[in-house]
């Protein structure tokens, strides 16, 4: 520990403590520009500079380890007078002129460290240099003339998300935030996270949904979590009047630390579906709208012939992105009371059925998602970590440059391939060849049979075999995307790999409560064969094409969802339930932790909750339903521990 | 004790800050009481004294010949200038225009606005020559600045008052804005 004094106050820090993060820990403010939590120290604005006895010159906080005994000053006239310069040159360089720019009034960070240090004005004039507005991107817009070359948004592109995107060209007063050479946002290798909007400090990058609709001290904020995949991003929703104004990563969120996707951050405002706000019933061929008593009426009704008639009965299926809760009521109400033999998930048990049934016998034997951010060595099998639970990709791709060794295993190439030399291209639906080559390769066996099956040379197979050897801490993600006739094979092969390597395995699934549908056996897959009745609680997924064909000739169909569908317009009843943001339910990650989701806005009025809903149904059946779910979860062994 | 002089007028801005000036409302009565207006656009009389004043205001930035003439004439006829509002502080949304030639600025509003049919840019001798915009710092020296667009008109008071009273004013906290 250091004893140091900050303003007169003494402190004891740890070793390696910047002067920044000691000042806070005294409780002293010192503005910063350049510098974010999230980053690492970069020293670029100089805003942060401060007084420390016996330096020569004013010293930037956020760059400088502390020293023992170490006495710094953050109020004297030096330190103000170098901010209010420092800033002056800030806003002389580009249009800083607060009337027209959309983040004026609080969201600026420029004008608020210039209003906390009291600046009527600033002394000297821009040179009126117009710069570019690049306006390419489908989400957000760049304007160079608000930019002040802080890099944050470089910096959160490279180590928070691993793109490398963004970066700097030119210098001096010419120097200019590019996108990969030079190229368009909208046409560079941007991966639209917008992680980058988010942490810029002023308004250089704005998003083009929540523009002019409100600063964040005029709109409500909810902290929630993100259901767009099974990560279980930490989210904050900003609201007002009701209507969602936009989406931001939430910075203390533990899984995530604030970094997004496209899916969590920009597809819920490009919602363009149409919302259901009646239940309707079909009457002479065309859907009607109704009252909920006489929905319901009509449900139980057709319902009632079939209770009990297995393959005979009623096929039931629900969205993995319900509440864990309503999985649960919905399974007692049409598994147990309905008594129908088919009652299953949209996901249809496709990314986990196979992993439960290792799991029966072994236990849990998954890591948490956390255990990439330790490791030395990934490989990456049976997924695309760049289409689908982008975050988890992110984790892995920011760890490259730090000397983490990435194996990506797949089909065909993808978003990852240009950041590892290590990617693997193998022949399609070969992935168990692969394993089993490098299973061969470090017992020391021959691979060049395995190896030849899989399309990958002996040599390469032995040198990725070797780097998995000698890792010290291997994790494999790992999905469920093999060829259907070997699937159940590949992932024992897997396993028994993993387990010879001492690899920790996680896989993320599929929707936000995959491993929930999974727990409580909605896992078959659905087929309607001599089904009278068919109920879908879709929520607000969209319909497969799949499930739409399977339910051509059911003659009698509910769907309960939030959207209209090719699968409500062919339905007799229509029930309109809450989307994600209208509703609160837990929601369980791939690696097992459970997450509250907290309602953001409010439904239409006639619109109930997927709770409600089920519930009603339970409660025209005259029966209560058993609420404790999370038992229910956990009564068999799951892939990974639940807590 | 006399009561102080103080005269007012606006430049290259859209006469905001001088209804933010009247949204003081009751309160100018006690402002009046405090000092002596004595010229401004919304008065019958337009130019401070010859004999001076104490305190001059402008409002706007600088944007031709017409303009420095009424800043270099107020400079000279005042004790303490003040800039109000965001265009005399920085040049606010005129300046806009400073991303352009003035020749360029010209053309798009004399000739090619939508609703301008046989549209000419004015040449009469007699008229200003349009200059870059500047705040009137770059013109004359100013003393106190009070941005806002507009200024409150708490703001607005409190520099009045505070003048009135032989203080200078100080703008911080709350009263300091610049949108």
Redesign the interface.
Known sequence: MYQLKIDDKEIQVPEGTTVLKAAGMAGIDIPTLCDHPALEPYGGCRLCLVEIEGARTLQPACTLPVSDKMVIRTQTDKVKDARKFILSMIFSER?H?????QV??SDCEL?NAA?GE?M????I?PN?K?YPVDASHPYFVLDHNRCILCRRCVRACAELVGNFTLGMEERGANTLLVADLGVPLGSSSCISCGVCVQICPTGALIDRWSAYRGQEKDVSSTKTICLGCSIGCGIEVLHRDNNLIKINGDWDAEINGGVLCDVGRFFPMDEKRNRLVTPMLRKDGSLKAATWDEALSVVMENFKPFINKKENGIAAIASTRLPADVLYYYKQVFEEILGSNMVTSTEEGRYTAVLSEFAEDKGPFESKLSEIHKADTIMTIGLDLTKDHQVAGFFIKRLIPKGTKVIPVSYESSGMDAFTPHSMIIERNEELAFIQALDAAITGADCSEFAEKSGISSQEIIEIANLLDHSQNLVIVYGTDFDAKQKRETVQSLLKLAKKLNAKLISPKGKANSLVAEQLKLNKPFNVNGHKAAYVALGDEDPSQAVIKKLENIPFLVVQASYQSALTAKADVVLPVTTWLEQSGYYVTCDGQVQLANKSLQSPVEVKTNKEVVLAIADRLKIIVNPVWDKAVKLENSVVEID | MSKPKVATDWMAGCAGCHMSLLDIDERLLQVLELIDLRASPITDLKEADESGVVVGVLEGGINNTANEHQARLMRSRCKILV?LG?CA?????P??R???TIEESLRRAYIETESTVDGFIPTDPELAVPT?V??V??VVPVDI???G?PPSADVIFHVLSELAQGRIPE??DDN?H??
């Open positions: 249009n002129f607060c009337p027209y720019c004026s009034g004008q209003y009291g009527t004005h600033w002394p004039q009126w117009p | 800039a965001d502080v920085f040049g606010g949304v300046a806009m400073n991303f352009f870059r500047r705040a710092s770059e600045y009070v941005p667009c703008i911080k300091l610049w949108h």
